[in-house]
């Protein structure tokens, strides 16, 4: 990890980031869980740690096995091998109607023939609490996701956001030690999707519940989470923070899943007092980028090198910095989104680059045209270092 | 049956009790509905007798204790030998397949019609299918004893209409069969076609005529064509139970109406030649196999288009 | 295309046509006051009033509806185990066997059914002793297997459109598998299973062929009776008992489609 860049985090505040805490042992622990079905492998022998109070995030495409994982930690399936050990005991064979986890269902999965406070409650009554405590505790989770008017009604009579809030009661009013949540913001739509990220992540802060999510939207990983892990093909490509996992990616496959990201070939000509000077025939020049981890740096191994769009400026004149790496493009595309603008910029040889700025400056006239002729720059610690 | 109890042992708990609950229906199955063909097997291979069981056993115990097997294929033999019934099988296909024909040009157009209209007069339609086939079959079928009749119903509208002088021969004959056949299996045929013609998605036809398909085009392009599982499943639902049909050929059908439902009971309760009785059942059974099969496939694959696949 | 309409029309009205006139016409002779089906002597309700008097016809239509009730029970019961194992439980050993038993009496010829039913209670009275004499527990014994056949048809096809989640979903808030059978799969799947009991229960209602062959001395059937009778041709008291069957059954489906209406009404307009 780069700490010249990361702004030191105050390594006493140790209340975000749990799993930098020695004192805190993790809720749930995955041990070299793998999962067969037949001979088609849907789990890879992965292992993680998820801690107490985290909002956790499995982000990965279809295919990658991350509802498998997701629904062995309910238990649904039954890991082929390795075990899962939450809140200290050993859960791997245990019957999801015993395990201290709740999991709201993508499709909701709200009772149908019954009413709302029924099926908030359904939950209680299994664990043969009183009567009374299960209408006191019914009402408080409703009030809590503002649904308690709608207590009479039945699920055929809810709309998708009123839905899914009586489904997070259900999963919530009996307090798991974990909340597994599949795709929890799939089916809505775009306005309330950003509502209900935000109210999730205070939910979860007030409750002090652990969340576990599984997504294949990165930007709700990003949003929701303290830390995700990409998972691709059922194995683990990379556990970190959204902004380690962003601006750190390991590989080629989460630098180019979580966000986008312009990755370039080159071949290692020179290493000096850390900074690795590569040769880029897709750009036709010397780039240089900062040694990463513990990669092999001989000269003339195959590297990737990878730059974010919004890490590279546009500029008319070409600017003086010997910490940037400069290359001279014309303007091939443009895309004006109002606070950002998008870029497609060709190099001399051919190449495509993305580029995105922001218009900090209030004007209605483009500063920047098609076919201009500009300079495209990036800091040298800008550029991620990749294995091929 | 070791292995299977076993294996419903080492499953997963969560289904635990259902698979232990299976156990009750699946011996009833196995014991009325599969053993009972074994024994028609059996005394297909048997030699009729004037006793009580009418047929030979298959195992006969000498008196010094040694077992023999009395199999014989005479019955059999005398089913192909005799032209009597390879013309009773083959005029009991026939008669079922011109039905089943029947039916699809009468039922498509209907479930066609039916699966176009808004949905509170397609209900109501359906309804109008719904309600004859709850209704007795048997009672069906004895209605048309009324109207076919030479002195029936139709006859008698007929002549008083002047149309006829004499009365037709409604009954007792193959078209009698043919109308009780059709009108008793419509229902199975119209909602087979009905539910594949209502899943179709409607923009396939617009999309064919926006492209330039004369409506007859459409229909023959692209209606036809997706509606295929529907007449598949319809007909077999028809051609299958009617081959075997006794209680129509019986009250409406004539002497000379060969179907081999009638023609087993005869061989069963008039000649009581079980044996006999038991091979023409078994050939019957062959000779459906293969359509059963093949409705069966139809079932499970419209079954797990249905189920949808993994997520 | 208004061409094709009318043509369309025709043949629809004509189908429908086909379908009901039978059964009216034999409504209205059900009230014809003439023993000859040929002549229309008025408006009467002597057949009607001679069935009371009729015991062959009470004492068989008593015993076909215990049959009826007692078979379609138990058909629903076992119906309802099969069709679930059917959708539930994926793959086991024994699963293409079942199958094959339980689709194959939707189609099988009832005579086949009947002759391999008779010979096994033939076999089964001559190893093990039981049944003694054959009867109303055999019919009832062959009404409930294939009426099974059936029952697991409708409830399959109501489970296969169910969502699979809301059982997990009962699980993973504490349901046992029994509990949540009780609590979330029998209330989604009822319907379906009062619609298998309705079908079971017409069915053995309807059977002459296969109690025919399974029946002893002394229990007639309903149907049996009616057959019998009408082999010989109309009769007219046939008439009236077939207009009562119309009628109530008539009766029993538009109420039932009422209700589903209803159901299903109500949960649209609240969206």
Same mark, same amino acid.
């Given at each position: ?45 992965v ?14 495409g ?59 409650a359904?939950?209680l ?10 209408n ?13 008017p ?32 599949d ?30 999510v ?13 830390r ?71 000269p003339?191994?195959?590297?990737? $090198?990878a730059?974010?769009?919004?890490? $590279? ?50 004007t209605s ?14 800091? $040298?610690?800008?550029?991620?270092l990749?294995?091929? | ?6 294996n ?34 059996? &005394? ?24 023999? &097997? ?13 032209r ?8 009991? &296909?026939k ?44 009672? +069906?079928?004895y ?8 002195h029936?119903?139709? /006859?008698?509208?007929?002549m008083?209409?002047? &149309?006829?002088?004499q ?6 004959? @193959?078209?009698a ?18 539910? *594949?013609?209502?899943?179709? *998605? ?12 004369r ?5 023959? /392009? ?33 002497? @000379?109406?060969?179907?081999?439902g ?8 008039? /000649? ?9 059942s ?11 099969m ?6 499970? +694959?419209?079954?797990? /288009? ?6 | ?9 025709t ?15 034999v ?48 058909? #629903? ?24 038993? #339980? ?10 059914t ?16 039981? =049944? ?47 509990? #949540? !059978? !009780? ?7 009822? =319907? ?8 079971? !229960? ?10 025919? !062959?399974?029946?002893? =001395? ?11 009778k ?31 209406r209803?159901?299903s ?7």
């Amino acid at each position: 990890m780069d700490e010249n860049i990361l702004a030191q985090k105050d390594t006493e505040d140790l209340k975000y980031t749990p799993w930098l805490n020695p004192e805190i042992s993790p809720m749930v622990q995955i041990k070299s869980v793998s999962k067969y079905f037949g001979s088609v492998c849907a789990v890879d022998e992965v292992s993680l740690d998820v801690y107490p109070g985290e909002l956790f995030t499995i982000l990965g495409g279809s295919g990658s096995g991350k509802t498998t994982l997701l629904r062995m930690l309910a238990g649904f399936e039954r890991p082929t091998s390795g075990s899962i050990i939450i809140d200290g005991v050993d859960m791997t064979r245990v019957p999801p109607y015993e395990r201290p986890v709740n999991m709201m269902f993508q499709s909701y999965a709200l009772f149908p023939h019954m009413t709302v406070e029924q099926n908030v409650a359904y939950g209680l009554k299994k664990s043969g609490i009183d009567k009374q405590e299960i209408n006191t505790r019914t009402a408080e989770i409703l009030e809590l996701v503002k649904m308690g008017p709608l207590a009479k009604r039945k699920p055929g009579a809810l709309s998708g956001g009123e839905s899914q809030r009586v489904a997070l009661a259900r999963a919530l009013v009996k307090r798991p030690r974990l909340l597994l949540l599949d795709e929890p913001l799939a089916a809505l739509d775009r306005k309330l999707r950003e509502h209900t990220q935000f109210e999730l992540m205070n939910l979860q802060e007030e409750l002090g519940i652990t969340f576990m999510v599984v997504t294949h939207d990165q930007q709700e990983a990003m949003i929701l989470s303290s830390r995700i892990v990409v998972m691709n093909r059922g194995r683990f490509e990379q556990i970190g923070t959204p902004g380690e996992v962003y601006e750190y990616p390991d590989n080629r496959f989460v630098a180019d899943f979580v966000g986008k990201i312009n990755l370039m070939s080159a071949e290692v000509v020179a290493v000096e007092s850390g900074i690795v000077t590569l040769y880029c025939d897709e750009v036709g020049a010397e780039l240089c980028a900062y040694a990463s981890h513990d990669q092999t740096l001989e000269p003339g191994t195959q590297k990737w $090198i990878a730059v974010r769009p919004e890490k $590279i400026f546009i500029s008319k004149e070409r600017p003086h910095d010997d910490a940037m790496t400069v290359l001279k493009a014309t303007v091939n595309d443009l895309g004006y989104f109002g606070n950002l603008s998008l870029y497609r910029v060709e190099l001399t040889n051919g190449r495509i680059l993305q580029v995105s700025g922001q218009n900090r400056v209030r004007t209605s006239r483009k500063t920047v045209e098609w076919d201009d002729e500009v300079f495209i720059s990036w800091d $040298i610690r800008s550029a991620i270092l990749l294995e091929a | 049956m070791k292995k299977l109890f076993s294996n419903l042992q080492r499953a997963d708990g969560r289904r635990q009790w259902l698979r232990f609950a299976l156990v009750l229906p699946y011996l009833w199955l196995l014991l009325f509905f599969l053993a009972p063909f074994a024994i028609i097997l059996k &005394i297909s291979l048997a030699d009729p007798l004037v006793a009580q069981p009418p047929f030979t056993a298959l195992l006969d115990w000498a008196a010094t204790g040694w077992q023999r &097997i009395h199999v014989t294929v005479d019955n059999y033999l005398f089913l192909f030998q005799d032209r009597y019934y390879i013309t009773i099988y083959l005029s009991s &296909i026939k008669l079922a397949a011109i039905s089943t024909l029947l039916c699809l040009l009468l039922g498509y157009p209907v479930a066609y019609f039916i699966a176009r209209q808004k949905p509170r007069l397609r209900n109501l339609l359906l309804l109008g299918i719904i309600v004859p086939f709850w209704i007795s079959f048997l009672l +069906r079928v004895y209605a048309w004893i009324g109207l076919l009749n030479s002195h029936g119903v139709i /006859n008698n509208f007929l002549m008083w209409s002047g &149309i006829i002088d004499q009365p037709l021969t409604l009954i007792y004959n @193959d078209f009698a069969v043919y109308v009780g056949i059709v009108y008793s299996y419509l229902p199975f045929m119209i909602l087979p076609l009905y539910a *594949n013609l209502e899943k179709m *998605n409607l923009d396939l036809q617009e999309a064919a005529a926006d492209l330039g398909a004369r409506p007859w085009q459409v229909f023959l /392009n692209v209606t036809l064509p997706l509606s295929i599982p529907g007449i598949i499943a319809g007909c077999l639902l028809v051609f299958i139970p009617a081959i075997g049909e006794f209680i129509i050929p019986a009250l409406l059908g004539g002497s @000379d109406t060969l179907m081999i439902g009638r023609a087993l009971w005869d061989e069963f309760f008039i /000649n009581r030649d079980w044996p006999v009785a038991s091979a023409v059942s078994v050939v019957l059974l062959m000779i459906l196999v293969i359509p059963m099969m093949w409705l069966q496939k139809t079932q499970s +694959r419209a079954e797990s /288009n249905a189920n949808g696949g993994a997520s | 295309m208004k061409q094709r309409s009318r043509g369309l029309l025709t043949v629809v009205a004509f189908t429908y046509a086909f379908l009901y006139v039978p059964i009216i016409s034999v409504m209205v002779y059900s009230f014809n006051d003439s023993r000859l089906v040929t002549l229309w002597g008025g408006w009467s309700l002597r057949w009607y009033r001679s069935l009371l008097d009729n015991d062959a016809v009470i004492e068989a239509a008593m015993l076909s509806l215990q049959i009826a009730v007692v078979s379609a029970t138990v058909a #629903v019961i076992f119906g309802t185990l099969v069709g679930l194992a059917l959708n539930r439980l994926g793959r086991f050993r024994g699963r293409t066997l079942l199958t094959g038993m #339980v689709t194959s009496p939707l189609v099988m010829p009832e005579i086949i059914t009947g002759i391999s039913l008779l010979f096994l209670f033939i076999s089964l009275s001559d190893w093990i002793g039981w =049944p003694r004499t054959r009867g109303a527990t055999t019919i009832t014994i062959a009404h409930i297997t294939f009426s099974m056949a059936y029952v697991a048809v409708v409830i399959r096809s109501r489970l296969s459109g169910m969502d699979q989640s809301l059982e997990e979903a009962a699980m993973d808030l504490g349901g046992r598998p029994l509990a #949540v !059978f !009780f609590d979330i799969t029998v209330p989604a799947i009822l =319907p379906a299973m009062i619609s298998g009991w309705l079908l079971a !229960f017409t069915l053995s209602l309807d059977d002459v062929v296969i109690a025919s !062959f399974v029946s002893g =001395p002394g229990a007639t059937t309903l149907p049996m009776l009616i057959f019998s009778k009408v082999r010989l041709g109309v009769t007219p008291d046939i008439n009236a008992i077939a207009t009562i069957i119309i009628l109530l059954v008539s009766t029993g489906v538009v109420a039932a489609a009422l209700v589903n209406r209803g159901r299903s009404n109500k949960s649209v307009d609240s969206e």
